[in-house]
């Protein structure tokens, strides 16, 4: 049965994409080095280890006093423990001095803990009683208020996987680790051709019956924001010889062709013969059963996608999300991960409970996991200032102001990074 256009075989979308997978070849990606300052969306291609621990010293989250936990325990307002403040914590000094027993030193967040301390009292859990002493209010726990050497990462630990995407908070990872270059592949290069005797350049005024190119454009931010390098290789008429030129050289330098217009059945449209014409396997589909992009075609070329999409900027759009995009992704080394199958927010059951101090807006970091079939937000706790917890995180829940936390099964919107 042929559609309304006279094509035969109108395929689902679903369909559509497995076919170009089963003729798509991967080839061998080529990598590159990067400088940190210009890696943002790459993807890496080789494990990311770290050199070093992080921090490479136990070091301070708060604002208070450096002391031995066992010095502040059985600690009250009633009874407090009493310390003698032997000095002060410098930024960016390592400690000359060694806490004894029932003793203390003034230390700024980010500070190094002197030898000899084990946990961090905040100065609103004492009261200074003059220059040379201090009332502990409150117990310390071994560690409190401490982040230990290596905590965050330690020496030879992988912390990014071959295939990762770059995000902001990654390269401040990798800053902190002192990695200031990384291999990353290079980007799949796509040939874009806009055909149509109507279309001009976006800087030519229009004469009646002509339009600007519009989808050259979307298509080369879709293609960059994805991970791709566009080549808007020009405007061709509907014409046989001019088409089958540009995209024969366009495989010469090109992983991906994209043609625009043409894919419609008239007397002018010539897409699917020239994908024919170029090579084997050739045209896979025309036509699939979507609105808009229905005369879609794809195709495969000595191993290359080649996409015939129709002229209409809607469909454009349309066909490069259900199409394009997972094979450049494929092309780019991109390993794939549950974030890839959501925009922007998912709902999610929470897998534990999770609290947050009244009167504050928490926004916790999860990571996301399906397990029988249900989609469950893992909490990724940790200090605030661990950076990796931000790495292997795919989004956060929000804690609302007024609550004091959200019990396990609750079902919450992760906000995607």
Same mark, same amino acid.
């Given at each position: 049965m042929k559609d309304m256009l006279g094509r035969e075989d109108v395929i689902s979308p679903d369909e559509a994409l497995s076919r170009l997978y089963k003729a798509l070849i991967t080839p061998d990606l080529p990598e590159t080095v990067v400088a940190l300052a210009l890696s943002a969306n790459r993807i890496i291609s080789r494990d990311i280890v770290s050199p070093e621990n992080l921090p490479g010293f136990d070091r301070s989250t708060m604002d208070g006093y450096a002391i031995r936990a066992s010095d502040s325990f059985g600690a009250t307002d009633g009874y407090p423990s009493y310390l003698k403040v032997t000095g002060e914590v410098l930024m960016g000094e390592c400690p000359s001095f060694e806490i004894g027993k029932s003793e203390t030193?003034?230390?700024?967040?980010?500070?190094?803990?002197?030898?000899?301390?084990?946990?961090?009292?905040?100065?609103?859990?004492?009261?200074?009683?003059?220059?040379?002493?201090?009332?502990?209010l409150k117990p310390t726990a071994t560690g409190e208020n401490v982040i230990q050497s290596g905590e965050d990462c330690k020496k030879g630990e992988t912390v990014m996987t071959k295939g990762h995407k770059i995000r902001p908070h990654d390269m401040g990872a990798l800053a902190g680790l002192g990695i200031t270059k990384i291999w990353v592949y290079e980007l799949p290069k796509v040939a874009i051709i806009a055909t149509g005797d109507e279309v001009v350049p976006a800087s030519q005024d229009v004469m009646p019956g002509q339009v600007r190119d519009i989808n050259s454009y979307s298509l080369t931010g879709l293609v960059e924001t994805h991970g791709g390098s566009a080549v808007i290789k020009g405007i061709f008429r509907?014409?046989?010889?001019?088409?089958?030129?540009?995209?024969?050289?366009?495989?010469k330098e090109a992983d991906i062709i994209i043609i625009t217009g043409g894919s419609s059945v008239g007397t002018k449209d010539v897409t699917a013969k020239v994908i024919n014409d170029l090579g084997k396997p050739g045209v896979l589909f025309h036509g699939v059963s979507i609105k808009p992009g229905k005369p879609m075609i794809g195709g495969i070329v000595d191993g290359k996608p080649l996409f015939g999409l129709p @002229?209409?900027?809607?469909? *454009?759009? =349309?066909?490069? +999300?259900?199409?394009?995009?997972?094979?450049?992704?494929?092309?780019?080394?991109?390993?794939?991960?549950?974030?890839?199958?959501?925009?922007?927010?998912?709902?999610?059951?929470?897998?534990?409970?999770?609290?947050?101090?009244? @009167?504050?807006?928490?926004? *916790?970091? =999860?990571?996301? +996991?399906?397990?029988?079939?249900?989609?469950?937000?893992?909490?990724?706790?940790?200090?605030?200032?661990?950076i990796t917890t931000l790495v292997k995180a795919d989004g956060t829940v929000v804690i609302p102001l007024r609550k004091t936390g959200l019990e396990q099964g609750t079902e919450v919107e992760v906000e995607l990074f």
């Open positions: 030193a003034r230390i700024a967040t980010g500070g190094m803990l002197p030898k000899g301390a084990d946990s961090v009292v905040m100065f609103e859990q004492t009261n200074v009683i003059n220059e040379e002493m201090i009332e502990v509907d014409n046989y010889e001019d088409l089958m030129k540009a995209a024969g050289d366009s495989l @002229g209409h900027p809607a469909a *454009v759009i =349309v066909c490069f +999300e259900l199409f394009i995009k997972p094979v450049l992704r494929t092309l780019s080394g991109e390993t794939e991960t549950l974030n890839h199958r959501f925009r922007k927010t998912v709902q999610a059951k929470l897998s534990k409970n999770i609290s947050s101090g009244a @009167g504050r807006e928490d926004h *916790v970091r =999860v990571l996301l +996991e399906e397990k029988n079939g249900e989609l469950y937000a893992i909490p990724i706790l940790g200090k605030s200032g661990l």
